[in-house]
Structure formats: C-alpha cells, structure tokens
C-alpha cells in the first residue's frame, strides 16, 4: 500500500518561505518520479516540479523557477520528499499535492499514479 502524506503548508506574506515535506511509504524502486502538483480554487491542478528518482533530474514550472527548488531523500523503502519555495507570491496560494509516479516525462505523470491528501498553503500580500 502506498501512502503520501504532505506537510509544511501555512500562511506566511508575500516575499516569505515555506519547505513542503512528502513523506513516501513506498517501495522506492517501483517509483520512477516524484513531484509537487497544484490546486488553485477555481482553476486546474497544474505541475509545479518534479524530480526522476533514479537521476535526479527535476523539472519546474516557468512560474516558479528559480523560486522554488525540490530535492529528495531516497532510502531503501523510504522516500522524503521537499519543496522549498522562496519569494512566495500570493498567485502561488494554493492546495499543494505530492505525487509519485511510475511512468513519466517530465512534469506529465501517466500510468499509475499516486497522490497525497494535499497541504494548503496561503500567501498574502
């Protein structure tokens, strides 16, 4: 069974930080990506970065590059994975989701698809 639970939403103001943990019970070597998705109200779940968790290689929205970095910690059955936000907006308010993926490219997970409850994170101005 495959669980995502997120954590490191808050409120902070505009120009601030925030670091999203996902912790993964996973069996890691299943999983071929992992990344940061979200939910705005009112607008469509958009990909915000990811990672391939055999390289390295991540990937990021034009809107939060260079602002936000994502990083992991992968052990044998045990994946952590962050995202540090810096120069917060109050556009990247949103409903932040982890996902783990087993077929990807780039920011497009397809295939089976894991998802966690979600952490809110509110910026203000």
């Known amino acids: 069974q495959v669980q995502l639970v997120e954590s490191g939403g808050g409120s902070v103001r505009a120009g601030g930080s925030l670091r999203l943990s996902c912790a993964a019970s996973i069996y890691t070597a299943s999983i071929s990506c992992m990344g940061w998705f979200r939910q705005a109200p009112g607008k469509e779940r958009e990909a915000v970065a990811s990672i391939y968790t055999g390289s390295g290689t991540t990937f990021y929205a034009d809107s939060v590059k260079g602002r936000f970095t994502i990083s992991q910690d992968n052990a044998k059955n045990t994946l952590t994975l962050f995202l540090q936000m810096n120069s917060l907006k109050p556009e990247d308010t949103a409903m932040y989701y982890c996902?783990?993926?087993?077929?990807?490219?780039?920011?497009?997970?397809?295939?089976?698809?894991?998802w966690g409850k979600g952490t809110l994170v509110t910026i203000s101005s």
């Open positions: 996902a783990a993926g087993k077929d990807c490219s780039g920011s497009v997970f397809y295939g089976t698809t894991y």
